[in-house]
Nanobody, 124 residues
Framework: QVQLVESGGGLVQPGGSLRLSCAAS????????MGWFRQAPGKEREFVAA????????YYADSVKGRFTISRDNAKNTVYLQMNSLKFEDTGVYYC?????????????????WGQGTQVTVSS
């Protein structure tokens, strides 16, 4: 199993940047594909980005493509989400998720392990 703890959320103005981190426990972090999801108030949780076990493959939601970058450091058991050119609609609670699979998944049902979430608020 793996335990996940997100950090790095906060309040940022439109056009600003934030970097989220997700630290994972355990010795087998490199066995897990990782994903970032977000949930805005009153809305369903939605996929943001995913990265393969090695970090060599990534996939993004169309709404964040070109603005967000997912990466991982397996030596540090950490996955990152660099968010640039933030918009009001990026506001929400951001969750990282892990699944022991070689595939990249975009649905929340495909991930068994979740962090507690970190709040991102884009506001002027």
């Amino acid at each position: 199993q793996v335990q996940l703890v997100e950090s790095g959320g906060g309040l940022v103005q439109p056009g600003g940047s934030l970097r989220l981190s997700c630290a994972a426990s355990g010795r087998t972090f490199s066995s897990y594909a990782m994903g970032w999801f977000r949930q805005a108030p009153g809305k369903e949780r939605e996929f943001v980005a995913a990265v393969s076990r090695s970090g060599g493959n990534t996939y993004y939601a169309d709404s964040v493509k070109g603005r967000f970058t997912i990466s991982r450091d397996n030596a540090k058991n950490t996955v990152y989400l660099q968010m640039n050119s933030l918009k009001f609609e990026d506001t929400g609670v951001y969750y990282c998720a892990a699944e022991p699979t070689i595939a990249l998944h975009t649905t929340s049902q495909s991930y068994h392990y979740w962090g507690q979430g970190t709040q991102v608020t884009v506001s002027s």
